[in-house]
């Protein structure tokens, strides 16, 4: 088996120095400070939700350590917190504590939600692609943002 060689600064400075006079080489434009700032938004309720769906995991996961099942999805959250309620008394600190958790995130995630579809509303492209089935104000939004523009593809 081969060793893998640790890269050189000098190497990639090399590689760096012929890639750019190519003629062929395509450059990806600078994305403004107004658009990095919508994509952090998509990125930041995209990381709730996903600190979100592991809250729910580990109170569903807690709750079936004591035989009690509810069904998966996030419809039936309010079943879980309902059924958490029921547990013995050790264990409430610990189910209230991930109970305030889910809520503050879900709170987080309105929040950020709200942001996107005030951004999109402002934006007449992105209401445009919220028009096609299927595409709401947060898919449109972030077509939009992470997309370049006219202006930058031509630089």
Do not use: W, Y
């Amino acid at each position: 088996m081969a060793a893998v060689q640790p890269r050189k600064p000098t190497s990639d400075a090399e590689a760096i120095c012929e890639a750019v006079t190519r003629p062929t080489m395509r450059f990806v434009p600078v994305k403004s400070a107004e658009r990095q700032a919508a994509l952090l938004d998509h990125k930041a309720r995209d990381f709730l939700v996903r600190q979100r769906t592991q809250i729910v995991n580990a109170i569903r996961t807690h709750l079936g350590e004591f035989g009690v099942v509810v069904a998966k999805g996030i419809h039936n959250v309010d079943r879980l917190l309902d059924a958490a309620c029921d547990m013995p008394d050790p264990a409430l600190p610990a189910l209230d504590m991930l109970s305030d958790q889910l809520r503050d995130t879900q709170a987080r995630i309105e929040e950020v939600t709200a942001r996107i579809g005030e951004m999109q509303g402002e934006d007449a492209l992105a209401r445009r692609l919220a028009t096609v089935p299927g595409v709401g104000a947060i898919s449109s939004r972030a077509a939009c943002s992470s997309g370049a523009t006219r202006q930058e593809r031509r630089r």
